[in-house]
């Protein structure tokens, strides 16, 4: 199911709102290269503010499809106060070398390995949406342009006139009303027309929304700016399905929620391929099934603990998604912006 247009609106106006503000970026210590777990899920008591569940993302440095994927059946515009939502700080780093900048687009996160540094720093983003994806690829950071302009392609004004009734000028000068924010970072891939950068509105992090373009929070893009030297390696993956044992034989399945490669496609039903590493792991006699394939079922994006003898307590999320009046608008949410 897709979102009509007046609910899309109505998210964004809520989430301009709410007035959101994001802290300081996600910074984990480095694990050892056996070893790729990070962080903690911890819990939120939602306060009655009013505010959406965007602003408690934001907070904690999480997209909203990540807190919806984490949290199903919660209301994204009006959590009910009281109710503890988890925090999905939890995570496997993606199973690729571990240098300068990977963007994983199935968890619509970017991890930062800062040279000579024993961490690594997490950002949230959005990504192309269905029909302007943005690509797998592996670059570099060719420019880094502080106050950018903007200039829509001939397609891109015919798309902003069409679907939302605004006619484009031919460049947008730089300042707080530009869409790619007051930071940006071409890579050197095809014509340089991909970037990293910032917007002017946050109620894209962490959804599929953009012209193919990779998004930041403005702190964060400000923060990533200042921190990543021109020719910096990017790597841009497609990993929905992240596992891993660890050193001390725990193993983790992380799985997040498909893209989508049609309109009609349910990323919570739509089926998510097997890669040989994967049939692999599956298959090990140490794997509980029942918990493997519950797990790819919910797809709560959170790292689960799946070793044979584990029961659910046990495990770093639950597998079962709750049951609410609410379910049905999340899950619009979530698939509209998946796609």
């Known amino acids: 199911m897709k979102l009509s ?3 899309m609106a109505t998210l964004f106006a809520t989430l301009l709102a709410a007035g959101i503000t994001s802290t300081q970026a996600a910074e984990y210590a480095l694990p050892a290269e056996n070893s790729r777990l990070i962080g903690e899920n911890t819990t939120y008591v939602v306060p009655n503010d009013g505010k959406p569940l965007e602003a408690v993302a934001a907070k904690y440095q999480i997209g909203l499809i990540a807190m919806l994927e ?49 961490k690594v720093i997490v950002y949230p983003i959005g990504i192309g949406q269905l029909g302007r994806n943005t690509p797998e690829m592996i670059t570099s950071v060719s420019q880094k342009i502080p ?75 400000e923060a990533l700016f200042n921190s990543v030297p021109k020719g910096t390696r990017v790597q841009i993956i497609n990993q929905p399905v992240k596992f ?21 496609d349910d990323p919570q039903t739509m089926p998510i391929a097997m890669t040989a590493g994967l049939k692999k792991f599956k ?49 619009n949410v979530t698939t509209a912006y998946r796609q």
């Not at 687009?105 to 040279?115: G, I, Q, S, T, V």
């Not at 992380?254 to 893209?259: A, R």
């Not at 044979?308 to 999320?317: I, L, N, R, T």
Request: hydrophobic share 35%; with cysteine; net charge positive.
């Open 5 to 7: 247009p007046p609910l």
């Open 244 to 264: 891993d044992v660890e050193p001390d034989g725990k193993r983790y399945i992380e799985v997040h929620q498909p893209l989508s490669h049609t309109a009609k």
């Open 147 to 221: 106050n950018p302009t903007w200039t829509p392609t001939v397609n891109i004004r015919k798309i902003y006139l069409k679907e939302q009734g605004i006619t484009l000028p031919g460049v947008v000068p730089a300042g707080p009303d530009n869409p790619m924010g007051l930071f940006a970072m071409r890579l050197s891939a095809g014509k340089g027309q991909y970037l990293i950068h910032g917007t002017n509105a946050d109620f894209g992090i962490g959804m599929r929304v953009s012209s193919g373009c990779i998004r930041l929070r403005p702190t964060d893009i």
């Open 70 to 118: 984490a949290n199903p059946g919660v209301d994204p515009y009006l959590p009910k106060a009281g109710t503890v939502l988890t925090i999905p700080s939890q995570m496997l780093l993606p199973d690729t070398k571990r240098e300068g900048i990977v963007v994983n687009l199935a968890e619509l996160r970017l991890y930062y390995y800062p040279k000579d540094q024993d």
């Open 283 to 331: 298959s090990n006699a140490e794997t509980n099934q029942e918990m493997l394939k519950n797990a790819m079922v919910r797809r709560s994006g959170m790292p689960i603990l799946v070793n044979k003898g584990v029961v659910e307590s046990d495990s770093a999320a639950k597998i079962a998604a709750p049951e609410t009046a609410n379910s049905a608008v999340a899950a």
